[in-house]
């Protein structure tokens, strides 16, 4: 299952749209926090309709927000209106309007997906996260990466039971920005994330800086023999070739 922005897919595809939720649907997915007892302070069902209807009920971006809400509970709905409203939002969509350009248009998503998604990497605690992020989106729209090489090009320090790259990759998560796979061992961006990140970040110029230190790592005998009984040689092979 790969999700693509491509309208025509080659032969053997089958393809499937997905289009804007229904408001009552949106309202359900920035509902979730409450629904799942994340958050028990009384919901702002007015605001939480208004953010839905702000983003063009986009389940993407609506997502992002799910997520915050669920992350930051005292980040009360009608705050993060004011926080995406002080982002732009607003103005870009008087922009749209006066433009005439159609709810619905992959031009109209872009530019409300794009200030959520902003608002959203602000979240992220330190740097690292942010460094992961960037470093997901060099590697092109649907790519898998493994966990593992994500890690070596970090080279974030790991002191007794604390893992700083374990903590950053958690704060990616828990703020939806980036989909696990393979049992939890590969990170995978949404089509949008990717570009956004790729476009606005700087990701190719830190993936070819990281480069560097994944290859001084393969070189170190223990890490390269590591590797090679977790993942396999082909796995290693691959780190290598796909990021130089």
């Given amino acids: 299952l790969v999700t693509t922005r491509i309208q025509m897919m080659t032969r053997g595809f089958e393809t499937i749209a997905i289009d804007v939720l229904k408001p009552e649907d949106a309202r359900e997915v920035l509902f979730e926090p409450w629904h799942t007892g994340r958050r028990n302070d009384p919901p702002d069902l007015v605001s939480l309709d208004i953010i839905a209807n702000r983003l063009g009920y986009l389940p993407l ?22 926080e995406l409203n002080a982002r732009g939002l607003d103005s870009i969509i008087k922009e749209l309007q006066a433009a005439e350009i159609d709810l619905g248009t992959p031009e109209y998503h872009d530019r409300l997906v794009s200030v959520a998604l902003r608002w959203q990497i602000d979240q992220l605690a ?43 990759a958690r704060n990616l998560q828990k703020f939806s920005l980036v989909e696990s796979l393979n049992e939890n061992t590969a990170f995978r961006l949404h089509p949008l994330t990717q570009s956004y990140v790729h476009s606005h970040y700087g990701s190719t110029q830190t993936l070819i800086e990281a480069a560097t230190i994944l290859v001084a790592k393969y070189r170190e005998p223990h890490i390269f023999d590591e590797q090679l009984k977790k993942r396999g040689f082909a796995a290693v092979f691959e780190d290598l070739i796909e990021t130089q």
Avoid: C
């Fill in 61 to 82: 971006a609506l997502g992002w927000m799910a997520a915050a809400l669920s992350a930051q509970t005292n980040l009360v709905p009608a705050r993060l209106l004011h």
């Fill in 126 to 168: 330190g740097d690292s996260a942010r460094r992961i992020l960037k470093l997901i989106g060099a590697y092109g729209e649907a790519a898998v990466v493994p966990i593992d090489r994500l890690r070596h090009l970090v080279d974030l320090p790991k002191s007794g039971i604390t893992d700083a790259f374990d903590i950053a």
